[in-house]
């Protein structure tokens, strides 16, 4: 499912930023561009949303036992 439709991002981005440890509102912005000229902005109302995708893939450390 789309949730950009200027950069083309879809749920399953979101999901590989999260579990790539970006969960952050400000790092995902970072990450998508979403404050790029040119972006419309309407989905950076929805940031949160976002975070709460790439949150539920992110794994803790100490989630699977083994520290860094
Ligand atoms: S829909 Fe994401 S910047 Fe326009």
């Known amino acids: ?9 879809t ?4 999901r590989e930023a ?3 440890g970006i969960v952050m509102p400000c790092q995902l912005k970072a990450k998508f561009g979403l404050k790029d000229p040119g972006c419309c902005g309407r989905c950076s109302k929805n ?12 794994q803790t450390p100490s ?3 083994v520290r860094s």
């Not at 499912?1 to 991002?9: E, H, S, T, V």
């Not at 749920?11 to 979101?14: G, K, L, R, V």
């Open 11 to 14: 749920d399953s981005d979101i």
């Open 47 to 58: 940031i949160d949303e976002f975070a709460q995708i790439a949150m539920s893939v992110h």
């Open 1 to 9: 499912m789309y949730l950009c439709l200027c950069k083309g991002i």
């Open 18 to 20: 999260g579990q790539a």
């Open 63 to 65: 989630s699977n036992g």
